[in-house]
């Protein structure tokens, strides 16, 4: 898989075909990579019934803290919470939660804020840990099984809107110290499409006149008529 580096090489690589004169910092092209990926899986899997590739996929690692269950109807007095704040996560599919070591046990049930207030209720599955995310964009569990309070670590793998802000919560420790470092997590059939889309963005901002000629008409009309070689 490509990284960031290598997508943003690979972008500047073409804009250099488009002319010389041009000055983009690598975040901003880092942000539209991120921002033209949202737009392309929500418009590739917007039906729900299609299988997204792991690929596209990150996991993060997120550090639990105890936290007063106050407005939680049935917690029994206390939640934990993700310490860190997480990014925001596309729609088009459910994250999966689970401990630290998958095979040393289940998979969290991963619910809304709304059914998060009620999951406690039934007393037939008071040993299933919830858990969802609140409006402040961390993670909050709950169950009725008080031992839930032990965990100190979960993972989550789930599609990130901004994937370089998830490589922050990544779970190894790879010796990768710049974000750019990281892999651009996108199935290699739509990467052409996203290169394709941020190569527009910037060159529509390479070949946007503009109107210097002091005079009292409007003269953009005609310097877009010219071609961008001329």
């Known amino acids: 898989m490509n990284t ?13 075909g488009y002319s010389d004169d041009f000055s983009y910092t690598e ?13 392309i899986l929500k418009k590739e899997y917007a039906n729900l019934k299609k299988t997204i590739p792991e690929s596209n996929y990150q996991t993060v690692c997120l550090d639990l803290e105890e936290v007063p269950a106050m407005d939680i109807e049935c917690s029994g007095g206390y939640y934990l919470r993700t310490k860190k704040k997480l990014p925001y996560i596309l729609s088009i599919s459910i994250p999966r939660v ?7 046990g289940s998979m969290m049930n991963y619910v809304s804020r709304e059914r998060m207030m009620f999951a406690n209720c039934s007393k037939y599955l008071k ?28 993972k989550m793998t789930a599609l990130f809107e901004t994937p370089i802000k998830a490589a922050e919560l990544k779970c190894e420790s790879d ?11 996108l199935e290699e059939g739509l990467i052409p499409p996203v290169l394709e889309l941020t190569i527009k963005d910037l060159a529509g901002a390479i070949y946007r006149p503009s109107d210097d000629i002091n005079n009292a008409n409007d003269d953009l009309d005609e310097q877009t008529k010219k071609s961008p070689s001329t």
């Open 127 to 154: 040993n299933i840990i919830y858990c969802s995310l609140n409006t402040d964009n961390k993670l909050y569990f709950t169950s009725g099984n008080a031992q839930f309070l032990h965990l100190r670590f979960v």
């Open 4 to 16: 960031y580096k290598e997508m943003i090489y690979m972008v500047l690589d073409e804009l250099r």
């Open 98 to 104: 689970y401990p630290i070591d998958f095979y040393q």
């Open 27 to 39: 975040d901003h092209v880092a942000f539209l990579l991120d921002k033209y990926r949202a737009f």
């Open 175 to 185: 010796g990768v110290c710049d974000p750019l470092d990281a892999v651009f997590p």
